[in-house]
């Protein structure tokens, strides 16, 4: 087939170019203001492929200052968006530990000790600390609240009706075309395959999609992103090594609860001091919170399911809880190398925007707002290109697009970030110091450390539980658990002594039972698995198997042969297993031994 533009994705990224292209490709009295070349006397033929089996199936936590939504939508806070509120509250805590369990570094041991032997004179309540302001970098107090499945759904729906551009949902892209270093179209996924992708009933191979440009915004994971970051290198300096797993609940709060539309509380310190965590009030007392369990949280066991119920259990946030029911449930990873993860942005027949290409600002924590403006100025770029019937060259698209970003806002803000966060690198304590140097000085001053590829930071078993558990306890337990086919960090947890989780069917729920009542999880047959151990043999040497201990799904498990086993139908397509591996990949040093290739399914919740 071919179109003249064709799109890797819609999230917010593809969602801003959509909306700005669409609504300038027609003029009024319905002539094309310039004509296709695949269909001439129409406008631009322009299609965009999303993964996902609805539009609205994405995962975010979603407060934002919507800078540049409100660009493309003036009248924001009146179009009655489902679950929008304006932020009307913020707080930032540093929550205490109030079970004794999390690993503390002695420096956070005497900073807690200090805080709980002054608490009477400070903002103190519940274990936590409240700061007595929000640094004006982290405000988002013009801002506004979303639910990131509502908000894409809105958005979509208004795409669409323009009538200007397609988007198929359900639809995986599985890679570029490239030919001469040019991106020529997509090829979209082999459907009736078994699981390794060879052919079986109903074959059908995946159809070629032609187009003059390639819009990539296939998020942080991406494998397209991947592919091309593959086949044409990133810029001299640049990698993608600094990652977090999201993991959100949306919640109804119980009928009495005191917090109002548009609060927005943002934590640190708890469960563990790497761990951050946020919650966000929709209206009609609906909640969406969660945390981000980063990949400088050097553990071999970091699971995000069972602290994120710590976190939640935590007497300052369980106030605001108790009594509330699971609505939702979802995980996604976070592309937090920002600016320094950039990949080059254009090149012939291909431009990248999004998350994908750098635009998330880890330290104003925001990216939905700088993936759409990459969208739009991606659009205005196009527009312009097409206007002046010029092609879409590298040199073409870096005068267009890539100048047009270089000037603006996202860039500006993006370099202030940049090296925000080096200073997690050595220890919690200097990373905020780190964050709130970049801060205050406008990213002249940072802690700078280039951090380490993931697999160099993940320590054996036996060192991260040294002098809390010994390594005979911890071979025991690994049998137990390999026997069960279970992974590990559960029985770890209880053993360095977090208390059990004192499940009650609503909001306490199992792992399992989250992901049929939160999540919904469904995968279609026909597909090949779109997780991979590339080198078996690294699996069966691994001592951490980080894979099994991180999956937001309970989607892989130990196997019986030293290799993990991957359930396609469990799997949430969050993509921490592509960056939560311990062996680092022979063929390049900068990837580990999973690959995370494009797939089906995944959750089917239109609420987070
Ligand atoms: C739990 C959590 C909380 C967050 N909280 C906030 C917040 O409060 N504020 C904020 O501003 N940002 C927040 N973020 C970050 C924000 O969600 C991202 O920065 C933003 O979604 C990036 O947008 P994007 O369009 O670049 O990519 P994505 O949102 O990742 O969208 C990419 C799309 O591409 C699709 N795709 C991927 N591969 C393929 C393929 N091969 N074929 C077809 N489609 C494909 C995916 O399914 C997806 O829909 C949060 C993120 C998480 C995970
Ligand atoms: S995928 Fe990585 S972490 Fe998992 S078992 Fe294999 S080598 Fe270890
Ligand atoms: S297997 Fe699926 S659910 Fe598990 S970590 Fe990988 S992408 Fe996430």
């Known amino acids: 087939m071919d179109v003249d533009i064709v799109c890797v994705g819609f999230g917010p990224a593809t969602a801003g170019f959509l909306t700005t292209l669409s609504r300038q490709l027609v003029n009024t009295d319905g002539t094309p203001v310039v004509q296709s070349n695949v269909l001439p006397g129409m406008p631009p033929q322009v299609v965009c492929y999303e993964r996902a089996d609805d539009i609205c199936f994405g995962v975010s936590g979603v407060v934002t200052r919507a800078r540049a939504l409100r660009e493309s939508f003036p009248e924001l806070e009146k179009a009655g968006i489902p679950m929008s509120a304006a932020v009307s509250e913020e707080r930032v805590l540093y929550l205490l530990d109030p079970a004794g369990a999390s690993r503390r570094s002695t420096v956070l041991r005497m900073v807690d000790a ?14 936590a600390l409240s700061l007595p302001w929000t640094p004006a970098f982290l405000h988002k107090c013009d ?9 894409m759904q809105w958005v979509g729906t208004q795409v669409q009706g323009s009538g200007a551009v397609q988007i198929w949902p359900g639809t995986p892209v599985s890679q570029a075309i490239i030919e001469e270093n040019k991106v020529i179209g997509v090829r979209l996924l082999d459907q009736g395959v078994d699981q390794k992708g060879n052919p079986a009933d109903g074959f059908t191979p995946g159809m070629d999609v032609r187009a003059a440009l390639t819009v990539v915004g296939d998020g942080p994971v991406g494998a397209i992103g991947q592919q091309l970051d593959t086949h044409f290198g990133l810029p001299n300096g640049n990698h993608v090594r600094d990652w977090a797993i999201g993991m959100k609940f949306v919640v109804d709060l119980a009928q009495d609860t005191p917090l109002k539309p548009g609060t927005v509380l943002h934590t640190f310190g708890y469960p563990e001091p790497e761990i951050f965590g946020f919650l966000y009030v929709h209206p009609d007392r609906v909640a969406s919170l969660g945390i ?8 071999p066991a970091r699971t995000a399911y069972r602290y994120l119920q710590h976190w939640m259990l935590h007497p300052y946030l369980w106030r605001y809880l108790k009594g509330g029911k699971l609505r939702s449930w979802g995980a996604k990873t976070l592309g937090e190398s920002g600016r320094r993860g950039e990949p080059y942005l254009a090149g012939n027949g291909y431009a990248r925007i999004g998350e994908g290409s750098g635009t998330t600002n880890v330290l104003t924590g925001s990216g939905v707002d700088e993936a759409w403006a990459s969208g739009t100025q991606l659009a205005e770029a196009v527009l312009d290109l097409l206007k002046a019937k010029k092609t879409f060259t590298k040199q073409n698209l870096d005068e267009a697009y890539v100048k047009r970003r270089r ?9 202030v970030a940049e090296k925000s966060r080096d200073g997690f690198q050595r220890g919690v304590a200097t990373g905020m110091l780190g964050m709130a140097l970049a801060g205050f000085t406008k990213g002249r001053i940072t802690l700078a450390r280039e951090p380490a590829q993931p697999w160099k930071r993940i320590p054996s078993l036996e060192d991260y539980y040294s002098g809390r558990i010994c390594p005979k306890d911890l071979a025991e337990l690994r049998e137990e658990c390999k026997a069960k086919n279970i992974s590990l960090h ?7 002594g977090w208390p059990a989780i004192p499940f009650d069917g609503q909001l306490l729920v199992s792992h399992q039972d989250a992901l049929l009542m939160g999540g919904k999880v469904q ?38 042969t030293g290799v993990p086993v991957f359930d396609r139908e469990k ?10 591996c311990s062996q680092v990949n022979p063929e390049d040093p900068d990837r580990m031994n999973i690959a995370f290739r494009a797939g089906t399914g995944g959750l089917h919740s239109a609420e987070n």
């Open 114 to 127: 200090v805080i709980r032997a002054t608490k009477f004179a400070l903002p103190f309540e519940n274990h």
């Open 143 to 151: 801002g506004m609240i979303f639910s990131m499945g509502q908000l």
């Open 292 to 299: 981000f369990v980063p990949s400088w949280f050097d553990s």
């Open 407 to 415: 000037s603006s806002w996202l860039e500006k803000e993006s370099v």
């Open 490 to 496: 559960a029985a770890l947890m209880d053993r360095v």
């Open 523 to 560: 995968a279609q047959h026909g597909y090949a698995d779109h997780i991979v151990f590339q080198h078996p043999e690294l699996c069966q040497r691994c001592g951490a198997r980080l894979c099994i201990e991180a999956c937001s799904g309970q989607a892989i498990t130990p196997g019986q």
């Open 571 to 580: 799997c949430v397509h969050c993509g921490a297993c592509l960056w939560n």
